[in-house]
DNA sequence: TTAATTTGTTAGACTAGCCTAACAATAATA
DNA sequence: TATTATTGTTAGGCTAGTCTAACAAATTAA
């Protein structure tokens, strides 16, 4: 028996986790502006237009024209909805079918928009409830409680601290590919020796051997770190 | 990396999924009506008309003005993958996210479309090659060769014959809950007692116990008899 | 504080997939 | 065979989601 509390299209799915991405999961603000939300989403600027107005009259963000766009209360809750089902897909795909983890993301766009709640409580269940996917990224649970972790990202200024690799913001195949190149993995133990404000390389410690990495690629790279690791919520 | 061999829609999918039904796999002919077709899949005859002018474009079916509809051979290839897929995914439901038989199909709707061949090869891993779906419905291995059973329906004249279920025609939820209410099942032994010319009802008996069932029941039973079986190949 | 740049909006057009209504061809039947 | 019924097609219209091009507002920099 279908019950149709609101019937969202993939489209309107993926503007949803696009916000919620860039505003609070990264949690640097709250809204995010018009260009912005469409580069992310890969379209061009009046096209996300004309979805923030239609996303606006289903209550589902907040927007006025001119301004920035933030998710309300059950726009946010789609989204989690969302992103609980992309990780929780990834992590299916990781754990039970033998993809990579630079393999799994693209079969997870497609995975994410599947309508069934049992068919994801299940899954959560015959993974035993995991709590973050192959990416370190956290995965919300049946009640949209989503864990934020205070993660840092290896670009920051972190000389001389030990750190511990969290999760990637990269998700694309040749970026995972190439973290996997260098001997790098989540869990794994890093510790950050120098910047070199010559060519911007910022130099680490890992598997005992010291490498050097472009800010670009550190950018990428979610860690916390043991000194100052702060206390994270669901 | 994606191959773009032939990207189609959903709804392009759809279309040759519901056109194998029809025919080949029915195996009572090799064409279909544009009317037929539409009630299918649920849509006006106007529609049809169009989305098979397309696949005729795209040399997925043989289609003359006024004329019935075929599979070409690369039509057929697609269809048949969908079906793998639906299938397969519906007897990963049944098997590891404990889906009962009459839940698996709704779901499997969705899920048929995803693209991804080596998701579709793991999952026939993880559930070690099945043969058929809950339904009883054979399952495509990955070279496309279809198990084509010699079955009839039990509305067919088979008075006096012991035969075994072997599956049902109408994947509904509210038809597979009846097909368990009266204690059937995919594997059930079957004798035919009488045809009741009066009524049109029909006598059957089933886990020792005579019951009747309307034509209407009868037509989506499918069985084979253990007198009449024909070798059957993929 | 004006000018330049960035950011956001509007208008108009296109495609896919659906519809209805009117019509044409084919098939069934009297 | 002529009529009726069925089946299939065409024309025109709708919505969702995309685009480009032109323009307007807001922000940044001179």
């Not at 799915?13 to 505003?23: D, P």
């Not at 996303?55 to 933030?70: A, D, T, V």
């Not at 601290?161 to 790098?184: E, I, P, R, W």
Request: aromatic share 8%; glycine share 4%; charged share 30%.
């Amino acid at each position: 028996m279908l019950i149709f509390v609101l019937m969202l299209s993939f489209t309107e799915e993926n503007y949803l986790k696009s916000l919620f991405q860039l505003t609070v999961e990264t949690a640097l603000k709250e809204e995010a502006g018009t260009n912005e939300l469409a580069a992310h989403l890969g379209v061009k600027p009046a096209t996300a237009n004309d979805m923030l107005k239609k996303l606006k009259e289903k209550k589902l963000i907040k927007y006025e024209k001119y301004g920035k766009s933030s998710l309300t209360k059950e726009g946010k809750k789609i989204a989690i909805d969302v992103i609980r089902k992309h990780r929780l897909w990834e992590t299916f795909l990781f754990e039970k079918l033998e993809f990579s983890w630079d393999e799994v993301h693209e079969v997870a766009e497609q995975l994410e928009h599947i309508q069934s709640k049992k068919l994801i409580d299940q899954l959560d269940k015959l993974l035993n409830y995991p709590v973050s996917d192959p990416h370190g990224d956290p995965i919300p649970n049946a009640k949209g409680e989503l864990l934020i972790l205070h993660q840092h990202t290896l670009a920051e200024e972190l000389v001389g601290h030990q750190c511990k690799m969290t999760g990637v913001k990269d998700n694309s195949s040749a970026f995972l590919k190439y973290v996997d190149q260098l001997g790098l993995a989540i869990n794994k133990n890093i510790k950050v020796i120098a910047r070199h404000h010559y060519d911007d390389l910022i130099e680490i410690e890992v598997n005992g051997k010291r490498i050097s990495v472009s800010p670009k690629f550190a950018e990428n790279i979610f860690v916390v770190c043991t000194a100052c690791k702060k206390k994270s919520k669901r």
